[in-house]
């Protein structure tokens, strides 16, 4: 849960201008305190104003908005009525969200193979493999492996041959990079697991975006860290530098951990001029950036992949960034390699730290991902995101004609659609989904506290008639919980 410990105070200006993005003043005949109020509450419900956040006082606010005391009083008065504000004599209030409010849960299970057949899976953001050229990487690697096969086989850095073509890559995007930089792991899971353990222990902060990763906000929770959030930017515009830079000063978190490049799940591309200004700010606060690029390469618009910000790491002289990286999304799950790009000391701190827990990734795998950097990544990529856009835009049009009340930003790359669903629980419509033969993730699994619940990831999986198909199946659970229908026990999303 995010950290109580550290007191998060938003200043008047800055909710003043917050309140004016979400609808302050109100139009009509709605009266101030309770367009206030009611933009106080999208703002946390979207999770722009995050959960424990002390406002500023009521004298000071009323004069940042130009409005009576009197006002911003009721208007607070109307949080504390619906449950979204708590307060205390000499103290201040804070906001919170009220009791019964759907937070995410520790359970996260694939989906059952017996239900392939009868239900769409939306909750899963991973494709079939790029054909021919996986089986043709395994093919050279099976050539490859008898000069390994004679040796013992653990390599906890990583099979040499991989970690010269990561290294190689990194240089290739304007990194320059050597394999002593480089520890190949068990999947991007694996390789911030690593990271995790030796950045931080139990209670300390680390900084994250919100929305974000919800299986790595899960890991962070299960591991007794403190989760202080930082909202995005609002339509794909990236971060939040001053925001962050107040975050990082006033926290102090060990580490932050961002996905610069087609965010899970928003899509958001980071331009470099953010991305230089949040290394600037975590060298100054002594914050380690750890940033996942699982999504880097899958740019779906010619002028994207054309003109694409340069590495996170690109913009650091001194250690300040961790890369994650993985061959999942770009390539295919099944293959389970991922990777830490860092200063060879760290490097070598988590070499030494692994042999604890386990002595390497499968040779035979890591010796095809090696095979695939060589020759062939470019054409399966180049494949994997003509597929990954027809099933973007095949689902975006399915939606506009199925649900046009619904609103999202087209993503330039990635694999995620992230959708406002006009008023309706996430929650609810992936219980309803469920029964309705559709699995989807709902929008409070990529937040803190219940934070996004009127929002859905769906992955850009699915094309056509299946992705047609898909929303009615969607359009039908929504029709269900509009009508009032009980959410019920629902199934969890694994949500890769």
Request: aromatic share 6%; hydrophobic share 45%; net charge positive.
């Amino acid at each position: 849960m995010p950290d109580r410990r550290w007191t998060t105070i938003v200043g008047s200006a800055r909710l003043a201008a917050l309140l004016g993005g979400a609808g302050f003043p109100p139009r009509g005949r709605t009266p101030a305190y309770r367009g206030l109020a009611e933009s106080a509450r999208l703002l946390l419900m979207e999770g722009r104003l995050g959960v424990g956040v002390r406002l500023p006082a009521e004298r000071e606010l009323a004069a940042a908005l130009g409005v009576s005391r009197t006002t911003v009083a009721a208007g607070y008065q109307q949080l504390r009525d619906w449950g979204y504000l708590t307060s205390r004599r000499g103290s201040g209030s804070w906001t919170v969200l009220p009791d019964g409010h759907p937070v995410p849960t520790g359970g996260v299970e694939p989906l059952p193979p017996e239900l392939a057949g009868a239900v769409i899976d939306l909750g899963c953001a991973a494709l079939p493999a790029p054909e021919p050229w996986l089986t043709a990487g395994y093919t050279a690697a099976l050539q490859d492996l008898p000069a390994h096969t004679r040796g013992h086989g653990d390599h906890p850095a990583g099979v040499p041959a991989l970690r010269e073509a990561l290294a190689d890559h990194y240089t290739a995007r304007g990194v320059p990079t050597m394999p002593e930089q480089i520890m190949v792991t068990t999947g991007a899971m694996g390789a911030l697991q690593a990271v995790r353990r030796l950045l931080t222990g139990p209670g300390d902060r680390v900084a994250v975006e919100a929305p974000s990763y919800a299986n790595v906000l899960q890991m962070l929770r299960r591991d007794g860290l403190r989760l202080v959030p930082v909202g995005m930017g609002d339509a794909l515009s990236g971060w939040d530098p001053a925001e962050w830079r107040r975050v990082l000063r006033g926290a102090a978190p060990r580490a932050a951990y961002v996905i610069p490049d087609f965010h899970n799940p928003t899509g958001t591309l980071v331009p470099d001029e953010q991305r230089a200004a949040l290394v600037a700010a975590a060298r100054a606060a002594g914050t380690v950036l750890v940033a996942d690029e699982t999504m880097a390469e899958l740019a779906l618009e010619d002028a994207a992949a054309r003109a694409l910000p340069r590495p996170l790491a690109a913009f650091d002289p001194g250690g300040a960034v961790v890369t994650v990286g993985s061959a999942s999304k770009a390539l295919w799950a099944g293959l389970r390699i991922g990777w830490v790009r860092a200063a060879p000391a760290v490097i070598r701190r988590l070499v030494s730290a692994r042999s604890y827990g386990d002595l390497g990734s499968p040779v035979l795998e890591q010796l095809a991902v090696a095979r695939l950097l060589r020759e062939g990544w470019d054409e399966a990529l180049a494949d994997r995101r003509r597929r990954i856009r027809v099933h973007r835009d095949d689902l975006a049009a399915a939606l506009r004609s199925a649900r046009p009340g619904w609103s999202f930003d087209l993503p330039p790359g990635g694999l995620t659609l992230w959708v406002r669903t006009d008023g309706l629980s996430g929650a609810a419509l992936a219980a309803q989904g469920d029964r309705h033969g559709v699995r989807i993730a709902a929008g409070t699994r990529f937040g803190l506290d219940g934070a996004f619940e009127q929002y859905i990831r769906l992955p850009l999986t699915v094309g056509g008639d299946t992705a047609r198909e898909a929303v009615r199946r969607l359009a039908l659970a929504a029709d269900s919980v509009a009508g009032g229908a009980p959410a019920g026990p629902g199934v969890e999303v694994f949500v890769a």
